[in-house]
């Protein structure tokens, strides 16, 4: 079970820290990523990190402002989130991908968290 914690409220150009930990398995047999949904939109991809951790990847709106990493002593997985906009407003979610696959399409993804909610106010 993935679990998610660290969302909250921030104004525009703040940050925030998101963090994924993993209760019964261990992070490190996956690629790791996150998605977000924002209210009335699809599901979207924001960033992924192989299981070594030296590979990221991120979508082009996030880039240069997010960056993804992964403590696999900890078992946990992170996202932080710098100059926050209005438009990063959405529900994040912790990805692992299938075996072999990095978790960038939603067909790809062997499990999902169950979300926290970002809010960035103008």
């Known amino acids: 079970q993935l679990v998610e914690s660290g969302g909250g409220l921030v104004q525009a150009g703040g940050s925030l820290r998101l963090s994924c930990a993993a209760s019964?398995?261990?992070?490190?047999?996956?690629?790791m990523g996150w998605f977000r949904q924002a209210p009335g939109k699809e599901r979207e991809f924001v960033a992924d990190?192989?299981?070594?951790?030296?590979?990221?990847y991120y979508a082009d709106s996030v880039k240069g402002r997010f960056t993804i990493a992964r403590n696999d002593t900890k078992n946990t997985m992170y996202l932080q989130m710098n100059s926050l906009k209005p438009e990063d407003t959405a529900v994040y979610y912790c990805?692992?991908?299938?075996?072999?696959?990095?978790?960038?399409?939603?067909?790809?993804?062997?499990?999902w968290g169950q979300g926290t909610q970002v809010t960035v106010s103008s």
């Open positions: 990805t692992a991908g299938r075996s072999g696959l990095f978790p960038r399409r939603i067909a790809d993804i062997d499990s």
């Open positions: 019964a398995r261990p992070l490190s047999r996956y690629a």
């Open positions: 990190i192989s299981w070594s951790g030296g590979t990221t």
